[in-house]
């Protein structure tokens, strides 16, 4: 799996553990939620100004969102 496909994963966990929807997360992180869905699905590669916006609109590390785990999930 590479790096893109575990951003996609561990975004769509946090989010979704957060009972965010991906225009609500778009919104808070000033993206667009067609963005938004296309790092989910692993269409795109976000940068690394992404990936931060992404992690402070989530009220998480930006490690946590390309950390790979045992588990599948953000640890």
Do not use: C, W
Not at 6 to 34: D, M, P
């Amino acid at each position: 799996m590479d790096l893109k496909e575990i951003f996609a994963l561990n975004l769509r966990y946090a989010r979704n553990r957060r009972h965010l929807t991906q225009e609500e997360l778009a919104e808070r992180s000033g993206l667009s939620s067609r963005y938004i869905g296309a790092i989910e699905r692993a269409d795109v590669s976000a940068s690394v100004t992404v990936l931060g916006r992404i992690a402070d609109a989530l009220g998480i590390e930006p490690e946590a969102l390309i950390r790979k785990s045992k588990s599948g999930h953000l640890d």
